[in-house]
């Protein structure tokens, strides 16, 4: 059987230019990266203000195991087929970070029959635009980190006659901005700062992977390069001694942030293994973050072509509701159906009914897990019908897409086929992106066009001017099932304090684990019975949404026993190999 | 006046692909970055292995003042007159560091009318290289951490059988590979990792500026991508609890560091503001690294062009020595001929009749010094004359070139012209290529063709063959003047045991002031009577040199009070502004 890389190795490409052309990219519209990359100018949005908009397909899943669900291979797969049956589809997706990719996987480009090529080049440096938000990042940090060093050396007077700039003031224990890496790399999780002479003042600090940096969600909600720039003024970077905000316009370090990221801005084009245009565009994390690729490539994209398929990470009551409640809230740009994508392995691992336990991915572990079992199967398809009726809870037509594996039953997926047939779903359609390409999501691509022609009426889960308890009770009790919420003694006092500071309206993004529809990650199914724990809200005032922690949530994760990169080096062609 | 930014923005340009093609270049042998910057392909050495080379000119200069000499300045002016003269001229280059970028100066890109344009694509991301150089480096850190906490977690047993590798049994106390960030950041000169639960162990660590890592050489030194490949194989990344070395390639992840830099190792083609090719490649420190750009560069420059104009950091005494001695040395490739760059300026700071003191800069600050001074102009002559006699030891003839300043005594600029004649210089030109461009460097660039025309004979300073501590002496004595060289205990043992090891055959890599010949910064002039003293000595195995600290060398700036980042921004266009 052929590897994910040798399938894209053996693919041949459509010259970018000519698929940029086909998608109706004027050429001063792109800036070409080699043959197989162009980043798309955003001078396209004032060409083609006027143009009517194509259709948003919003791509979910199931709640995720370590099986794999494969909802890229079907966000790419059904791109592939909707073009196959004479539509013109592009599909939006987001950049993988580097360290799942030398961690654990080695890819994030789609799989199989249904990827992103070359595969070698989206999985690495793509254009830049992780490199890019890191740096913007750290210089950010750099400038706080000097600008204690020399106010704590020089005092108010002195700091003030010699630098020309005013006294901030920041108080060492409460930097809000720490650094970050595109990497896994554990040990930066907790660090002192600052050691040594004339290096100070000491502080705790912290890396994070760089899809957890709000320039990363920033990079993703931002409609145009002026409202990055701005984004990026309010971001918090410190408290002064007097606890109120320091933010990077405080600094004078925003431009120059902004600068650094002058080129992230610009989706970059790719192609699928059929020819099927693919914009790339930021990777904020799906739990502490948002989730979701940009407004700007969907923007792109809707007015080029007439579906435009994106995905959510994780389940739906993860990148799915943040799709909803953040994204589409600061977009305004509402989908017309979405696909949820499940596996006949997924369900029986959320079922409940497993019978080994790992610390890290509790109570899925399903032995034999490839053979026919009923009793499983049905226990796990409650979840999928959970996120069904989830989804279906914001007004659109809900499409369920079941990835084959060649080891599937024809029983068992029959027997979904029916099952979901008798629910809330619009449709079901077993999808052969990963092993048929563009031939094997045709029927999928079929169901989804006549989905997306059904009259619907959008809806967000709560209006702006709603409570921040009150919208967490909300996520809790709707989102999630929960019999409620509870909040500890600082996150109440917080909700009160960033009312009180006019933040009240923003939305809420919920960092809980995406291994069950609750907040804890062994209660399998369909959860019930359960209070969400929220510990903590933090302000992304750039982003613009409050982030709610609920558990412990890791924004920055570590290596394995058997990392991803034990299998990666160049070949004698100088060619890469050991990828996905 | 305009600033180098407006200049650079009012330039019209070749496109990239045009200006390729006029230097030689196939269109397969460009991977385009848009309009302007295009990498080239390897490949193209093969095509041109049997190819007759142009001449190499290494530019290098006085010891430097905060003044700027205007070495960038004086290669790209000389590149630009050269070819309007009718030679066909490459300026080799290495990419702006972004640390300094946005801490200090806003930019390195040359200056004036004398610049590779657009000096904003150059000064910032350019095509990545300095990011993958980031990124490699800091998978070896996290691949080292992680391998050291399963380890810890595990035990020898347990590690083998469950991760299937050896037990590395690092030393905790003996990880030589920390990380780096392509800023100024100095509270991470020193910091500790590694805290909290299950992050650990903890262990002191560190962060470089990008270019003062060993992959920056490497990327500098490397003959093709299977011998960069073999160096970062050989990299040390720790010793085991023996004392053994634990290597890149023990941990398995040569092969994924290799895979970050395979775009990297192409150097990157831009053009100065007459439209004169530039290969941009590398950025190696010229005080603990090389200070060149890559061999690479060279080599493909040298088969395409008749003259290939490059430059080494700092004085003669760093970057042309490491020229010398470090980067002809592992490429065999000689130069014809030396530009030797000053100002009136720098020999005025360089008199050693200084009347201010600054701890950052000590006994260089001149009153007045745009005031006509024949003692100090004098005194400081003894500087230049050091360096052209530095130069003319390697056995090739040395050009100075006196950059002209507006504020410049045309007298003063007569008498200085007249005794570099008197001196064992091949010829001394004015230099207005800043204000002038093309035009400003004619004379010397005819100069300097008759200079390379000359029968010379390089040589190096020492052979591979003498001890390490003969190296030493050497580079002391003869290479800077002194009366001896002294080793610290440490140094000494180092000595014996790098030689044991097998490595007595590198060569040395000085890593000492810039701001005087010797290694103490106060001594200016001429210094004499004085010991080198050596601190320590470090391998770097995969560089292929030895770097002998002398003194405290900076392997991480800091912000000043009023860093080069509070200008920066992007204007109501979109563009960016505030650079140089």
Chains 1, 2 share one sequence.
Not at 256 to 271: G, N, S, V, Y
Request: one cysteine or more; charged letters at 15%; proline letters at 4%.
């Amino acid at each position: 059987m052929l590897t994910d890389m040798d399938i894209s190795s053996r693919a041949s490409l459509k010259n970018i230019t000519e698929l940029g052309a086909d998608l109706g990219l004027l050429p001063e519209e792109m800036m070409l990266f080699g043959h197989t990359k162009a980043k798309v100018e955003l001078s396209v949005l004032q060409r083609l203000a006027g143009q009517r908009k194509g259709k948003l397909i919003i791509v979910t899943a199931v709640t995720p195991t370590p099986h794999g669900e494969g909802k890229t291979v079907t966000s790419i797969g059904l791109t592939q087929s909707l073009n196959a049956i004479g539509q013109k589809a592009c599909a939006c997706i987001r950049q993988p970070s580097m360290g799942p990719v030398f961690g654990v996987k080695g890819g994030a480009a789609g799989g199989g029959y249904a990827q992103v090529v070359p595969m070698q080049e989206m999985n690495l440096h793509l254009t830049g635009d992780i490199h890019a938000v890191s740096s913007a990042h750290n210089l950010g940090a750099a400038a706080i980190a000097a600008r204690l060093f020399h106010e704590a050396r020089l005092g108010k007077t002195e700091f003030e006659a010699q630098s020309g700039q005013a006294f901030l003031d920041i108080a060492p224990n409460e930097i809000r901005w720490h650094r970050v890496v595109d990497h896994n790399d554990r040990c930066l999780r907790q660090i002192h700062v600052g050691l040594g002479d004339n290096n100070g003042p000491e502080y705790g600090s912290s890396f994070d992977i760089t899809a957890a940096s709000e320039l990363m969600a920033i990079l993703a909600l931002s409609h145009d390069l002026a409202d990055m720039r701005a984004r990026i003024g309010r971001l918090v970077l410190a408290l002064n001694t007097q606890g109120q905000v320091i933010t990077a316009e405080d600094l004078g370090v925003a431009g120059a942030m902004t600068a650094i990221m002058a080129d992230a801005i610009k989706p970059t084009l790719m192609q699928t293994l059929n020819g099927s245009p693919c914009l790339i565009h930021s990777g904020p994390f799906a739990n502490i973050a948002h989730g979701n690729s940009s407004i700007i490539a969907d923007d792109i994209a809707l007015r080029l072509a007439d579906f435009v398929v994106t995905e959510g990470g994780f389940g739906s009551d993860m990148g799915f509701e943040k799709f909803c409640n953040i994204k589409v809230r600061q977009s305004g740009q509402a989908p017309a159906a979405a696909v949820l994508v499940t596996t006949l392995k997924a369900l029986k691992a959320n079922s409940g009914l497993a019978t080994e336990v790992d610390s890290n991915a509790p109570n899925i572990h399903v032995p034999n897990i490839n053979a026919p079992d009923q009793a499983r199967l049905e226990a796990g398809f409650a979840n999928l019908n959970w996120h069904i009726n989830n989804v279906a809870r914001y007004g659109i037509p809900v499409v369920v897409g079941i990835n084959r594996f060649a080891t599937d039953s024809d029983a068992e997926l029959q027997w979904l086929m029916e099952a979901v047939n008798a629910s809330a779903a619009f449709g079901c359609e077993i999808s052969d992106a990963f092993s048929q390409g563009e031939a094997g999501a045709i029927a999928l691509a079929r169901t989804v066009v006549r989905a997306a022609e059904t009259e619907s009426q959008f809806k967000l889960l709560y209006p702006d001017e709603a409570s921040l308890e009150a919208k967490l009770s909300t996520l809790a009790e709707v989102g999630y099932g929960a019999s409620g919420v509870s909040l500890s003694i600082e996150a109440k006092q917080q909700a009160q304090q960033l009312t009180a500071l006019g933040y009240g309206h923003l939305p809420l993004c919920m960092a809980k684990t995406p291994l069950s529809i609750s907040h804890d990650p062994s209660l399998k199914g369909v959860p019930k019975d359960f209070v969400v724990p929220v510990r903590e809200l933090v302000l992304h005032a750039g982003a613009g949404f409050i982030t709610a922690l609920v558990g412990n949530v890791m924004t920055m994760p570590g290596l394995g026993l058997k990392p991803g990169y034990l299998k990666i080096d160049i070949d004698a062609k100088g060619e890469i190999v050991g990828l996905g």
